[in-house]
């Protein structure tokens, strides 16, 4: 059974930082891209961040380089989204997402806050 949970969400002020993760099992998780997308209230899914099977190479939202970073331990079935210097706007669920071929899951999503 596949499953992907999110976890390290919750209210922190703007400039802060938050570190999610999301624990991956039922597949061969070092085959697969690994993504974090956010949506906020309103507004549609967007893509955060991804990191590829492989050599882990990454890629980011333009908006987000340089604040949030992605990273990837496959022995531990683990991506994780660093975020610092959060901002109100950060403001969203984010979401873990696995993809390979056809095969596209996602998490439950993780709720972050920024606010004063």
């Known amino acids: 059974q596949v499953q992907l949970v999110e976890s390290g969400g919750g209210l922190v002020q703007p400039g802060g930082s938050l570190r999610l993760s999301c624990a991956a099992s039922?597949?061969?998780?070092?085959?697969?891209?690994m993504s974090w997308y956010r949506q906020a209230p309103g507004k549609e899914r967007e893509l955060v961040a991804t990191i590829s099977s492989g050599d882990s190479s990454t890629n980011y939202a333009d908006s987000l380089k340089g604040r949030f970073t992605i990273s990837r331990d496959n022995a531990k079935n683990t991506v994780f989204l660093q975020m610092n210097s959060l901002k109100p706007e950060d403001t969203a669920v984010y979401f873990c997402?696995?993809?390979?071929?056809?095969?596209?899951?996602w998490g439950q999503g993780t709720q972050v806050t920024v606010s004063s």
């Open positions: 039922g597949f061969t998780f070092r085959r697969y891209t």
């Open positions: 997402n696995a993809k390979y071929g056809a095969f596209n899951n």
